[in-house]
C-alpha cells in the first residue's frame, strides 16, 4: 500500500496507513456481511401448506373397541406431522378453514378451494386403514392446490398399533415428504 501510494507522488506517514488500514479492514468485513446476508436471502421461502386430518378405518375385527385410543393417537399423529413439517423450515403450516365438516375427506374439489382459499400452496390429506391386529396401511397424497398436481402420493405400511409404532410411521413420513418434494412445487426425480 505504502509503495502504491509513493508511486502516485503522495508522502506516507505511518499514521495515514494506519487508518487506512483499519478502515480498509472495516470495508472487507462489511462486503463480505452483506455477500453472506445475499446469499442467506436467496433460500426459498417455505411453502405454505394445509394439512388435512387425516381419516382412519378399521376393519381388523378385533373384539374390543379401539376407538378412542384410535382417535387419539390419530390427533397426536396430525399434531406431531404439523409440527414436523412447519419446524422442517421447507413448509408453512395453514390453517384449514373447511366450508363443510369434517375438514377430511381427501382430494376433493371442495377440500382443495377450501386450501386454496385457506392461503395454501400445497394440501396435504391422507388416511390410514387399519386392516389386522399388526398391519396398518397409509395413504398419503401432496397436491398443488392451484392445479390439482400430484407431488407426493405414496401408501405406507406400518405394523403395530401402538404410540410407538404411530410415532415411527410419522417420523418416516416425515423424511419422505421433506427429501420428496421440492419447495418450487415439483416432485423430485
Known sequence: MRSLLQK???KVTSRVLKPLGATSILAFAIVV???LARALDQRPAP???AVADFDYVDTSGEVR???AEHAARLQTFMRAIRH???????YRIVALVCSQAPCAAGGS???MRDARDSGATLLLYGGIHKESTLIQWMKVEAVMVENGKHLFDRLLTFRGDTDESWMH?????????TDDVHLTGTARP
Open 8 to 10: 502516485r507522488g503522495l
Open 33 to 35: 456481511a452483506a455477500g
Open 169 to 177: 410411521s410419522e417420523r418416516f413420513l416425515i423424511k419422505q415428504l
Open 47 to 49: 411453502v405454505a401448506i
Open 65 to 67: 373397541d379401539q376407538h
Open 84 to 90: 414436523d413439517l412447519a419446524g422442517s423450515g421447507q
Open 109 to 111: 374439489a371442495q377440500l
